[in-house]
């Protein structure tokens, strides 16, 4: 088994890489372009074994991504390179319209080149696993949750390009016939997270005694998961899934984001205490512009197809991921010095790129 993901050194990425890498038997090709999100530090622990390999290029490139494919001959893609963070989409948006639209579609066209090529039973097996979020759905009342059949109605730069690579993809696979699976998850959490998504941000502030930003009221909804729960669902999706098929991803654990602060600093008020209550950090700051209100993810199809369940529920998730930053702040402490050092981003202003 030969599986490209693009992406490899971000988040999500990783944790895929170090999952197909202890699974054994499968050659993984990692292609990142290292934006600031990427991090070699996060495949320490794979990137000394035969099977792994990494390769920097951009996903928008290609005459790269065709040079890829044909070195590499993969059975299946797992597609994760992407701009992910809203903030910065609503700062400047074109980085994300470049990696995201453009990138996915030079991609599509690179997997249909190659697969095209493959004789009847490679091209059969052939699978490009397109990795995309819950945000494309839009946002939610108190009620309810997303499906696979809920449309469209993303809100932020950010989701809108999303989900205009979920269109291309679900396209190349009506019209083409590539044989493309689309995963929608919820937000995750966990070790090896850029330092500027809430639960590593509220994590470090805290340690080091900063304010802790809550956009609003801090009463919006997110349904979290633990990553290496995704990263599970994800290989299960790539080996089990039917092409031209959607699949949720989510853990049940819906949480508004005050509660995830207020829980956060509890922890740490027992594993670093500090004399007074973490929670005093807490500072309400302006609300992110069209703030999506709640996501939810209804699973069902995931959980009854496969079986797959998340294993952490938010509780435990959140208790290992504190105690991860607590241990590993080789990992964290250059992001914090040189990348991003916690600054506000995503407010509309005249400075706002395009
Ligand atoms: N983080 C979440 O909560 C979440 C939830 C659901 C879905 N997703 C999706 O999962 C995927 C991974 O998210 P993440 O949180 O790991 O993101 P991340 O920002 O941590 O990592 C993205 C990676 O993509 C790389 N990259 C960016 N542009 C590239 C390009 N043009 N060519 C090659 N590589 C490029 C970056 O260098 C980085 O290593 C994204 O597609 C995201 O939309 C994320």
């Not at 809108?160 to 009506?174: I, M, V």
């Not at 090896?192 to 930003?213: M, T, V």
């Not at 938010?314 to 050092?341: M, Q, S």
Request: charged share 25%; proline share 4%; with cysteine.
């Amino acid at each position: 088994m030969r599986v490209i993901v693009t992406g490899g050194a971000g988040f999500i990425g990783s944790a895929v890489c170090r999952d197909l890498i202890a699974r054994g038997g499968i050659d993984v090709l990692n292609i990142d372009k290292l934006t600031y999100a990427g991090n070699l530090a996060s495949l320490r622990t794979v990137d000394g074994a035969p099977a792994y390999r990494f390769l920097r290029a951009d996903v928008a490139d290609r005459a790269a991504m065709d040079e890829a494919f044909e070195a590499f001959r993969p059975d299946c893609v797992m597609h994760l390179a992407a701009e992910s963070h809203v903030d910065r989409s609503i700062s400047g948006s074109a980085d994300f319209i470049e990696t995201n639209i453009r990138g996915t579609h030079v991609l599509l066209e690179a997997a249909r080149r190659y697969w095209s090529g493959l004789s009847d039973d490679k091209a059969e097996a052939f699978r490009f696993l397109h990795v995309s979020t819950d945000e494309v759905y839009g946002s939610l009342c108190a009620d309810g949750a997303f499906t696979e059949t809920t449309s469209y109605d993303p809100n932020s730069p950010y989701s809108a390009s999303k989900a205009a690579a979920d269109h291309l993809a679900s396209a190349w696979a009506r019209t083409y016939g590539l044989p493309v699976i689309i995963s929608n998850c919820s937000n995750n959490y966990g070790p090896y997270q850029f330092p500027e998504k809430l639960i590593p941000l509220i994590i470090l502030n805290a340690l080091e005694g900063r304010e802790l930003p809550v956009y609003g009221q801090g009463l919006n909804v997110r349904d979290w998961l633990y990553v290496e729960d995704h990263a599970r669902a994800l290989i299960e999706i790539a080996a089990r899934g039917r092409p031209g098929e959607k699949y949720n991803v989510g853990g049940r654990n819906e949480r508004r984001n005050i509660d995830v602060v207020r829980w956060i600093c509890e922890i740490l008020d027992r594993l670093r205490p500090d004399g007074v209550p973490h929670e005093r950090l807490i500072t309400f700051v302006a609300d992110r512009p069209g703030h999506d209100e709640r996501y939810a993810i209804d699973a069902a199809k995931l959980e009854g197809e496969f079986g797959w369940r998340a294993e952490e529920t938010f509780e435990t998730g959140i208790e290992k991921t504190v105690r991860w930053y607590l241990a590993n702040e080789w990992w964290w402490r250059p992001l914090r010095d040189k990348v991003y050092g916690g600054e506000r981003l995503g407010l509309v202003d005249a400075d706002a790129k395009g």
